[in-house]
C-alpha cells in the first residue's frame, strides 16, 4: 500500500470519526475543524508529486483488490490527475474552512454534513486517481451518491429533496450507460486498464463497438457535467447550502465528467464523432446556459446557469482540441491540440473564479437573508470587501484583464476562430458557427457578469427590503474568498509557472502523441497583437454593455417561451408517466388475490420445466426398463384415482376429509409394495394423526357448498391444473428413461460395517443425514410452536383488530 | 409399473393444482395434502420401483431397493405433517377471526 492510497483512503477513515468527534464537542468545537485537515493534507502531499511530473514524469501505484476479476486499486500519477486532484483538495480545503463560519455549530447537524463532504472528496480523488475504469466507475458512483446526500443535507425542505433526487436520478442514468460502455471497451480492448486502452486505441476505433461505447460514455460524462439536455439537474441542486454549491458546482462533481473526456480523448479522439458530439453538445450548453443565466433573479440560480454555461465552454474546447489527434504531429496537430490546453487551463481557471462567486454569494445570502437581485442593491458602501471579491471574480468570468479568466477565454476564442478554418469533418460549411456562438454565447455571460456586480452592490440601498441590518460578513468567512481572488489575479500575472508544473503535464495526459514528438508548446501571453481573438473579446464588451443597458427593453423574450415545454417540465412529466406506468403494470398483476399468484407460480413450474426438457431434448419415452405391473398395484391406482376425484368432487366436508384420507392409506399400501416398510409405518401413523387434526378443524371450518364460479374461472383453473398434471407426468417419464449417472446408494449398503445398523434407511436418517434429522426436527417444534401460538393468540383490543374490522 | 405411476402421479398433480385454485380455504388444504402424496409417490418412482428386497441387511438378499429416496421421504412425510398441521389450525384461527373461508374476501387492502 503506498501513501497515495493511504491519503486516499484518509477521507473515508476520518468520515467513520467525524461523528464520535461531533458527539464528543457538539456545540462546543465547530466539527469542521477536524474535517479541515484532510484535504490540506492532501494538498500538501499532491504537491510533491509536482517536480515529477513537470518533467513528464508519471507514477503508477497498484493495490491488489479484486485480482481474480482484473480490479485493482491502480493509482495513476500524471499531470492530468495531480491538477484534478489539487482542484479537489485545494478548493475542498477552502470549502471546509468557509463552511465553519457558515454553517451555524449550534443548529445544524455537522456530523453528517462533514461525512457526506468528506465521502464525496474521497471518491472524486479516487475517481481522478483511478486507471481501472471500474474502480473509475465505482467512485463515480460514490460521488453521486455522496452528492444526492449533500443536495438533500436539508432534507426537511421539499425542494431540497426534490433537487436531490433530479441529481440523482440523471447522474445515475448516466453513470449506468457508462458502465455498460466500459463493459464494451473492456471487451474490445481485454485489458481495464485506461493507459493500455490508449495504447490500444486504434483497435477500439475500428472496432464496431466503437459507436456505442462511445455514446454510452459520453451519456455518463454529459449527465455528470450538466451538458444539455441533462443540465436541468443542477439549478434545482442548489438547494444545498452554498458551501456545497461551491465545492460541487465550482470544482468538483461537475468537473468529473470534463475529466472523463479529458482522460478518453487518447481513446476516442482523432474521430468525427467525438469532435461533433463533444464541440456541438459543448456550444449549445455554452450559449444554453448564459442565455438563461441573464433572466434569473436569484444570485445562485444564476451562477448555476453559469456554471452550466462554463461547463459547456470547457466541454467545446475539449472537442475542439481532439482533432489535433487527426492531424497527428505537425503544424496543423500542434495548432489544434492548444484548444485542449485551454481547457485544461479553463478548469482551473473556472474552479477558482467559480468557486470565489459562489462563496461571496453565500455571504451576501447569509448577511441580508436574500438572494433576489430584485430587492439587492446598494451593498458597495456596506460590504466593500464582498464587492471587491464579486467584482474580480465576475470579470474574470467575463473574461476581461488583469484576471486569469481573460487568458483562457482568449484561447478559446482562439481555438474557435482556428476551428472555423478546419477543412476536415465537413467543417468547411458550418465552422463559421464556431466563433459566431461563441461570441454570442459570451455577451451572454458578459451580461450576467454586469448584472451580479452591478444589481449587488451598486445603485440604492433600500433597507426595508432587508429583515437585519446589512454589515460585512466575519473575517473567517471572507478568508476563503480572498485567498481564491488573490489567485484570480496571480494566475493572470504568472500563468507560465503554472503551465509549466501542472497544465502542461495535464496537457500531456490528453495529447500524448504530440508531446512524444515534443510539438506541445506553449507560451501564455497578455498581448498577442490584434489577434481576432481580442477583435472578439472587444466586440463581446461592446455588444454587452449595450445590451445591458437596455436590458428592460428586450428580456421580454424570455417569456415567448412556452412553459410546456421547458426542459424541467419534460423531465416532469416524464418521471410521472413513468411513475404511473409502472404502478399501473405492478397494480396490473400484484392483485392480492392468492389464486393468481398461484396461477403464476404454477405457469411458471410448467413454463420452466417444460420449456428446459424441450430446448434441451429431454423429452425420452423408455419403456424397457419398467418393474412389472402386478393386479394389487392396478387395484390401488384405481382406488387412490377414486378416492383423490372424490376429494375434487365431493361437496361434504365429511366425505373430502375421510377421501382424502383414504388417499394418504392407500399411498402407505403403496409403500409396502414398493419394498419400503418404513416409509409404510410412518406414513400410517401419521396419516392417523393427521386424519383426527383433520376432524378437529374441520368440525370448526364452515361446511362446503355446491358453487360454481363460472366459466373462465373454472376453466383457468382445469388448464393450469392439467397443464401442471401433464408437465409432471412427461417429466418423471423422461427421468426414468434418462439415467445420466448410476445411483450412489451402495454407498449405503455398508452400513453395517460402517456403523453397525441394519436398517439403511435408519441409518441415513439418523446418521449419514444426522444433521438434517436434526434440523427437521427443529422444523416439527417450531410447527407446534406455530401451531399452539395461532390457538392462543387473541387479537382482541388492539389496534390492529379494528384494522381488520 | 414406473410408467404407470407417473401418470397417476401427474393425475394426482392436476387434481391437487385444481383444488388449490379454489375459492374455499378447506379445499386448498385438501389440495395441499394430495400434492403432497403425489410428491412422495414421484420420489419413490423416481428411484426405480421394486429393484431388490427391503434395504434392510441381514436378509440374504442379492439386492436392495434403493434406500435413498427413501430416507428423503421420510424426511419429507413428517415436515408435510408438520405444515399441514400449520395450514390447518391457520385457517380455523383465519375463519374464527375473520369470519370468512372464502380467499378473494380474505384479500388484503390495495396497498398492502
Known sequence: MSWLHILIFTPFIVALVVPLLYKQFVHRIHTGWFALGVPILIFLYLLSYIPAISQGNTLIFTLAWIPSLDINLVFYVDGLSVTFGLIITGIGALVTLYSIFYLSKEHEALNNFYVYLLLFMGSMLGLVFSDNIFVLYAFWELTTIASFLLIAFWFEREKSRYGALKSLVITILGGLSMLAGFIMLAMVTDTHSIRAMVASADLITAHYLFIPAMALILLGAFTKSAQFPFSIWLPDAMEAPTPISAYLHSATMVKAGIYLVARLTPIFGGTWEWFWIISVTGLITLLYGSYNAVRQTDLKALLAYSTISQLGLIMSLLGMGSVAIYYGTGNEGALYALASFAAIFHTVNHAVFKCCLFMVVGIIDHETGTRDVRRLGGLMQLMPVSFTLMAVGSFSMAGLPPLNGFLSKEMFFEAAVNAAQMSIFSMESIGVLFPIVAWLASVFTFIYCLILVIKTFCGRYKSENFDRPVREASVGMLIAPLVLAGLVILMFFFPNTLSQYLLHPAWVAIQPALAQAGELNVNIAFWHGFTPALGITIAVIALGIILYVYLPKWSKIYNYYPRAYTLNNIYDQLLKRLENGSRWLTNAYMTGSVRHYLIYVFSFTIIIIGASLWLFDGVAFDFSRDAPVTVYEVVLTVAILLAALTVLFSNSRLVSLVANCTVGFLVSLFFVLFRAPDLALTQLVVETISTVLFLLCFYHLPKLKKEFAGVKFELTNALVALGVGATVTIMALSVQSTRLFPSISSYFENSYELIGAKNIVNAILVDFRGFDTMLEILVLFMAGLGVYALIKLRLSGGKENEEIK | ?112
Open chain 2, 1 to 112: 409399473m414406473e410408467t404407470l405411476m407417473s401418470i397417476l402421479v401427474g393425475l394426482l398433480f392436476a387434481i391437487g393444482t385444481y383444488l388449490i385454485l379454489s375459492k374455499r380455504i378447506l379445499r386448498i388444504i385438501l389440495g395441499t395434502s394430495i400434492i403432497g402424496y403425489a410428491v412422495n409417490l414421484l420420489i419413490l418412482t423416481m428411484g426405480g420401483l421394486k429393484t431388490g428386497a427391503p434395504p434392510i441387511l441381514g436378509q440374504e438378499a442379492l439386492s436392495f431397493t434403493d434406500p435413498l429416496p427413501q430416507a428423503l421421504l421420510l424426511t419429507a412425510i413428517v415436515i408435510n405433517f408438520a405444515t399441514t398441521a400449520l395450514i390447518l389450525v391457520l385457517s380455523y384461527r383465519a375463519y374464527q377471526e375473520l369470519g370468512t373461508d372464502d380467499m378473494e374476501e380474505l384479500r388484503g387492502k390495495e396497498d398492502e
